[in-house]
């Protein structure tokens, strides 16, 4: 069949929850976990939908909580199999312990970690704070601006992982209740299509697989020297996956027709003196209003991250060297810091660009709307510090209290 | 872009009217964004949902402050001042109700009246106007055919539901009462 | 030796019919009725059972800790919080996967009691289609002789220490297994070195009930080191455990109970205590309380054996 002859997919207005279990389904994977928590639970609703309508064949497990969940597809992907769970939030810190072991055992596995806040202070609302709280857990961390970049990266995230020269899990990111529940029109692609881009998976030499007889062991004792070994071929795979997710994003866009710019999206990036750095949900409202900025002169730009861990700070380096000055927004915090958490990571190569000056913004914790006049606020205030203006070094947009309070 | 706020309560499928109507833009090439305001969903409790339609792709993620259109499935909420909140002039509004009184308001340019629960008793035997409102809204705004929102309808239904599921639309095509204020 | 006693141990070793895949020389305390199971068990079932295993005392043997005596099992490592969902993740994939095999999860009593019992129940309710061995020695034993749930009452450990205003442990123990049984999965049994027949027998009913699904083993496997008794005496340890009825031995097959050893004229449960030191301090009222707890398990135990009608149980497991 003349592939380019055909549709290459079919627009179906769905969630972000609904597209992340349909690239799921499209993945065809082994064994699925899965355990409710909001804003994640319509994930596992259409897998387990789709798994009674015999659409997916898979062995779905209905674990008693998220700690059996990562445990079960740890346990199933070091024995050979492809996995696929979905969590949020307090899932997330429940399985915490398994999740160090996942990455730990260097098991493939794909999990879809719908942003939630995890305060004490009950919100059951959008931040990335549970992302934050699990970063150096040894995972690649994706993170999705749309409903169809959820979808996108889902199929992405498998090549990554499953990559003979990489084996560490990956978790996509996307913002709880703004995509988990966005309905929007998604390009759902045709399974065969699917097949072919994760057929390059089949013909890579195969991982060591825990079977029966095989007298093979896995989760042993490394104290003796092994584990500095295996710690740094750890740390080594992460940073071969910052080379390998271009080359993931540059095939993908071959095949589907969409590509993103690989770790990094820039948004007219080029002739920017100004740029905004952002990631998940909130790039579509800042890409708006840059469209607006630009109108009246401002020549401003974003640069979206859809890697976070390993950090991509190659490419950010790269797209932002020489802008004047840059203004990093983070849905979350890191305590012990005043600036949030992609802000004090992008600091720490402040020498290597060539003079910007940075800002942090806070702002869309808890729910909190990034609205159109908050990134106005942003972008203003950026230029500012690119006018050589006295601006302060961090801004809680949305709770202007904080630039009153001395402490800050 | 139009954007769009629906208020109503739970259980008249609010959600689902805004749902049904991005589906149906892009079934004609344009582009549509809806999705809830955040809380706990209880039937009978307040429940609001956004949308936006346009014939661009569709990139903000905030919340709707400055509607062109409001629609409002719940009568009970035609006067509540939230409802009103932040219309621009020359604004729409769609209201079910089977009072056809017109509202006054500063902003308000237009306004279909529809008795969505009448029609969505006689045609599915049950008080869910929601897409009885569809077809209302693709006549009010006048943004939309009845096509592509009775083909949206087939994600939503299947057999007997979906076929009165289409006459409630069609019928809130029809029926809605137009009026320039 | 008599003719008799002969026979009884040609019967246990009929049941070894594959090799041992232990090294020679583990790290196990000598006398430990761990190290015992240990190599009986794939003797049993075979050596092409997976194996998983937690942080415990079986950890340095099972996961090569001591690399200069390990063993040629397939194993898995897991953490103690989520053993037996690790354990459902492998017998699931190779379900799928169309693999021949018996997973073996083999912990402690602080993993399938204590920490991990939520997943262990939760595997048992969705009846997963392996075996879950608990090897009980009343505590944690590799971090130094805790309490755990299933520590007897009055037992001393660096936990519950003797003192003052504490008689050891206060509390009564855990009956894990009956909570296993009460599952009503394919196969729930009890079984102790002292009786290696049993034992063996219930190994190989579980291996054939995992295909049905979900099978758990409660060995009551004494510790030397915790307990303070003499390293000979661990064979002897069990046999009055059984003889007390401290230790039943039963099984259920789909949560209908049976005993499988009864004891005509049982022992005073001080017959079993004198040989540990962790018993030492209890007084003849301590005494009785623990007698009382005994009596009243048994008793419930004869209750529900002698009911009549079967649990009907689905075949197969989830999905």
Not at chain 1, 226 to 255: C, P, Q, T, W
Not at chain 2, 93 to 117: E, F, P, Q, V, Y
């Amino acid at each position: 069949m003349n592939t380019k002859a055909r549709e290459k997919s079919q627009i179906k207005v769905i969630t972000g929850n609904a597209a992340a279990a349909i690239a799921a389904k499209l993945a065809r994977p082994d064994v699925v976990a899965a355990y409710p928590i909001t804003p994640q639970t319509e994930i596992i609703e259409q897998i387990s939908q789709f798994h009674a309508n015999g659409e997916m064949d898979c062995e779905l497990i209905t674990v008693e909580g998220e700690n059996s969940a990562m445990n079960a597809v740890t346990a199933a992907c070091l024995a050979g199999g492809r996995v696929f769970t979905a969590t949020s939030s307090w899932g997330l810190a429940f399985m915490y312990d398994a999740v160090l072991a996942t990455a730990g055992a260097r098991a493939p596995v794909v999990m879809v970690n719908v942003n939630r806040e995890t305060p004490g202070i009950i919100a059951v609302s959008s931040g990335q704070q549970d992302m934050i709280s699990t970063r150096d857990a040894g995972w690649i961390f994706l993170i999705a601006e749309d409903c169809q970049e959820v979808l996108d990266l889902v199929l992405q995230a498998y090549r990554l992982a499953e990559d003979y020269d990489i084996q560490v899990p990956v978790m996509v990111h996307y913002d709880g209740f703004y995509l988990s529940y966005l309905s929007e029109g998604v390009n759902v692609p045709f399974q065969e299509d699917v097949d072919q881009f994760l057929s390059v998976l089949k013909d890579q030499p195969e991982r060591t697989k825990l079977l029966p007889g095989s007298g093979l062991g896995c989760g042993s004792h490394g104290i003796l020297g092994g584990y500095m070994e295996l710690r740094y071929k750890h740390v080594s795979a992460m940073e071969r996956a910052k080379a390998k997710f271009n080359e993931i994003d540059k095939e993908y866009e071959a095949i589907f027709g969409r590509g993103y710019g690989g770790l990094v999206e820039e948004y007219r990036m080029a002739d920017a003196d100004v740029v905004l750095v952002g990631s998940g949900s909130m790039c579509g409202t800042i890409k708006t209003v840059i469209d607006t900025k630009r109108e009246a002169g401002v020549k401003v730009g974003l640069l979206k991250m859809r890697m976070y861990r390993p950090f991509p700070s190659e490419a950010m380096i790269a797209a932002l060297k020489g802008k004047k000055a840059i203004g990093v927004v983070d849905r979350s915090l890191c305590f012990g810091f005043k600036g949030g958490p992609i802000y004090t990571e992008l600091k720490a190569f402040e020498t290597q660009l060539g003079g910007s000056k940075m800002i942090s913004f806070i702002d869309g914790i808890a729910n909190t709307d990034i609205t159109i006049t908050n990134v106005e606020q942003m972008i203003d205030t950026t230029c500012d510090l690119a006018e050589g203006k006295d601006v302060r070094e961090v801004t809680w947009v949305s709770y202007p209290e904080a630039q009153e309070d001395g402490g800050l | 872009m139009s954007e769009v706020r629906f208020h109503g309560r739970g259980g008249q499928g609010v959600v689902t009217t805004s749902k049904i109507l991005a589906n149906a833009f892009a079934r004609t090439g344009q582009f549509g964004a809806s999705f809830p305001m955040f809380g706990f969903e209880r039937r009978g409790a307040p429940v609001t949902a956004f949308g936006r339609f346009s014939d661009k792709p569709v990139r903000e993620k905030t919340q709707i402050y400055n509607p062109d259109i409001i629609v409002v499935l719940d009568p009970s909420q035609r006067n509540s001042e939230l409802v009103f909140q932040g219309l621009l002039p020359g604004g729409m509004m769609l209201l079910n109700d089977s009072d056809n009184t017109i509202i006054s308001h500063d902003n308000l340019k237009k306004m279909g009246i529809i008795d969505a629960n009448k029609i969505a008793v006689e045609e599915i035997g049950l008080v869910i106007p929601n897409t009885v409102v569809v077809g209302a809204f693709a006549r009010m705004s006048g943004l939309l055919d009845i096509e592509p929102c009775c083909d949206a309808l087939q994600d939503y239904f299947s057999g007997k539901k979906l076929t009165a599921n289409i006459v409630c639309a069609k019928r809130g095509f029809e029926e809605v009462e137009l009026f320039d204020l | 030796m008599t003719e008799k006693k002969k026979g009884k141990l040609t019967k246990v070793l009929d049941h070894l019919k594959h090799e041992d895949p232990f090294s020679k020389g583990v790290a196990f305390c000598p006398g430990c009725g761990l190290e015992l199971l240990a190599r009986f068990i794939p003797q049993v079932l075979g050596n092409d059972i997976v194996i998983t295993g937690t942080p415990s005392c079986s950890a340095p043997v099972l996961l090569g800790q001591n690399n200069q005596s390990w063993h040629k099992l397939a194993y898995y490592g897991t953490l103690m919080t989520g053993a037996a969902a690790n354990a459902t993740g492998l017998a699931r994939y190779y379900r799928k996967a169309g693999i021949d095999n018996t997973v073996v999860c083999f912990n402690g009593d602080g993993t399938a009691a204590d920490i991990g019992f939520g997943n262990l129940s939760g595997a048992a309710e969705r009846n997963e289609p392996f075996l879950y061995i608990c090897y009980d020695n009343e505590g944690y034993m590799n971090t130094g002789i805790q309490k755990s749930g299933t520590t007897p009452f009055g037992a001393t450990t660096t936990t519950t220490p003797y003192g003052k205003t504490s008689k050891g442990k206060n509390l009564r123990r855990m009956n894990l297994a009956l909570k296993m049984a009460m599952h009503k999965i394919p196969y729930a049994a009890t079984a102790t070195l002292s009786d290696l027949d049993d034992l063996a027998k219930k190994l190989l009913k579980a291996k054939e009930a995992t295909k049905r699904g979900f099978a758990f083993l409660h060995i009551f496997t004494p510790c030397t080191t915790g307990w303070g008794f003499a390293p000979e005496d661990t064979i002897e340890v069990c046999r009055r455990a059984v003889k007390t009825n401290y230790f039943p031995l039963w099984e259920a097959v789909n949560g209908k109970i049976r005993m499988t050893k009864t004891v005509k004229k049982p022992k005073p449960i001080s017959t079993y205590t004198e040989l540990s030191k962790k018993f030492v301090h209890l007084t003849k009222e301590d005494h009785q309380i623990l007698q009382d707890d005994v009596d009243y398990e048994f008793c419930m135990l004869g209750g529900l054996s002698a009911l009549e009608g079967e649990c009907q149980l689905p075949v197969s497991s989830e999905d």
